[in-house]
C-alpha cells in the first residue's frame, strides 16, 4: 500500500508472524517495523488505508472467532494500535475519506436463528472517532473514495456502483453512476480497483477473456560464479 510521497506500506512474515513494516523509497534506509501481534497471536494482518494528516493506517487484523476486524495504528507510536470498532461481525475494506474525516467498509454480522453470515453491507461512519454511522448498500464491497462527498463500490451483481456518501430517507444511498464488471471479490480481498487524485479516472482489475493471453514473467539474478 503507497503512503504519501514513496513511503510504501507492507506486511511481511517475520519469525513466523505477520509484521507490517513501512519503507521510505526516497532513502537508503531500511524499514521500520509499524505493528505486529503479541506473542500467541499470529494473526494475519492487511493494511487498507492510511491518512498523511494524522497518520494513521487502517489494517485488517484476523482476531480469532472474531474474524477480520478493523484495527487502526498511528505510523509513528504502536502502542496506540487497536480495534477501531469493538463489536460482532466481520469487517473489512477500510478506507478513509481523502480529508481524513470519515471511513467506508464492509461489515457482516451473524444471523441470530442459524448462525450464518449476512450478507456484507457497506458502512460509512466518521472517523477516527466511531459515530454517525449509516448504510449505505447492503450486498456492497470494497468500497472507495472518489471524493470526499461520493462512494464508490461492488454491488451484489458485480456493478460497480458510485453513489453519494449521505444518508436518505429511503435507508440506502442512491446511486450516481455504475458500470457492469466481472470482479469476483474475496471477502477480505483489497480493493480491485484505485482512483486518481482527482477523482476522475479509475483503474481497475478485471478478469481477462483469455487466460493464454495472461504471461507473468520471473527475472531471476543469476548467480555468482563460485570457485
Request: hydrophobic residues 35%; glycine residues 8%.
Amino acid at each position: 500500500m503507497w503512503g504519501s510521497g514513496h513511503n510504501l506500506i507492507y506486511t511481511s512474515i517475520e519469525n513466523g508472524r505477520s509484521e507490517m513494516f513501512i519503507r521510505d523509497l526516497d532513502t537508503d534506509r531500511p524499514s521500520r517495523s509499524v505493528f505486529f501481534n503479541p506473542p500467541g497471536n499470529e494473526a494475519d494482518i492487511l493494511p487498507m488505508d492510511w491518512h498523511e494528516r494524522s497518520r494513521v493506517v487502517s489494517f485488517l487484523n484476523l482476531s480469532g472467532k472474531l474474524g477480520y476486524k478493523i484495527w487502526t495504528t498511528a505510523i509513528d507510536d504502536s502502542t496506540k494500535a487497536g480495534p477501531w470498532n469493538p463489536g460482532e461481525g466481520t469487517e473489512v475494506g477500510a478506507r478513509l475519506s481523502p480529508d481524513g474525516n470519515r471511513i467506508a467498509y464492509a461489515r457482516k454480522t451473524p444471523v441470530a436463528q442459524t448462525g450464518d453470515s449476512s450478507e456484507r453491507v457497506v458502512w460509512i461512519s466518521d472517523f477516527p472517532v466511531v459515530g454517525h454511522q449509516f448504510r449505505v448498500v447492503t450486498g456492497g464491497t470494497d468500497p472507495a473514495w472518489p471524493s470526499n462527498t461520493e462512494v464508490s463500490f461492488f454491488d451484489r451483481n458485480d456493478r460497480f456502483t458510485i453513489v453519494d456518501a449521505k444518508l436518505t430517507a429511503a435507508g440506502e444511498a442512491i446511486g450516481k453512476a455504475g458500470f457492469p464488471t466481472d470482479v469476483r471479490t474475496p471477502a477480505a480481498s483489497r480493493n480491485n480497483y484505485a482512483w486518481d487524485p482527482s477523482g476522475r479516472r479509475v483503474l481497475m482489475n478485471v478478469p481477462v477473456t483469455r487466460p493464454e493471453a495472461v504471461r507473468i514473467v520471473v527475472t531471476v539474478p543469476r548467480r555468482p560464479a563460485t570457485r
